[in-house]
């Protein structure tokens, strides 16, 4: 998989912050936003959606990569996620785009001072669960 280029990565953080400006957060007050690029090239936005019972809530990660996978694209290449202290994404999100991607980049970003952090989700998620994992029995 080639590296992100750096226009790639502004792309990616733009657009992230760009959404999280539709987070609906009214619980939590913690607004988050997500953007996926596939290896297509294109880009695909998500934000997190709240709700009062907090099961329910829905990650913006795990929207943008849904909304990948809503238009066709399994082949996602990296996220970018921006929070207030440029959070890692929580253990569910880390395992649902390893589904895709284990060895993905993901650039998280504080959107107070703009630091970013970089990682393969494979530091983030050593030893993932998935599809080898499954192994049938007679």
Do not use: W
Not at 68 to 77: E, I, M, P, Q, T
Not at 98 to 118: H, L, P, R, W, Y
Request: charged share 20%; glycine share 6%; with cysteine.
């Amino acid at each position: 998989m080639p590296e992100l280029k750096h226009s790639e990565i502004e792309k990616l953080v733009h657009k992230a912050i760009e959404v999280r400006d539709h987070a609906y957060a009214p619980h939590s007050h913690f607004y988050v936003g997500a953007s996926i690029l596939v290896d297509s090239g294109e880009f695909f936005v998500g934000c997190n959606v709240e709700n009062a019972s907090y099961s329910l809530c829905q990650c913006a990660e795990r929207n943008a990569a849904s909304a990948a996978v809503a238009a066709g694209h399994r082949d996602l290449r990296a996220v970018a996620i921006t929070s207030i202290g440029g959070v890692t994404p929580c253990g569910a999100c880390r395992q649902f785009l390893a589904e895709f991607n284990i060895d993905m980049t993901v650039i998280m970003v504080d959107v107070i001072d703009g630091s970013q952090k970089i990682r393969k989700l494979s530091q983030l998620l050593p030893d993932a669960f998935d599809a080898s994992s499954l192994q049938t029995h007679p």
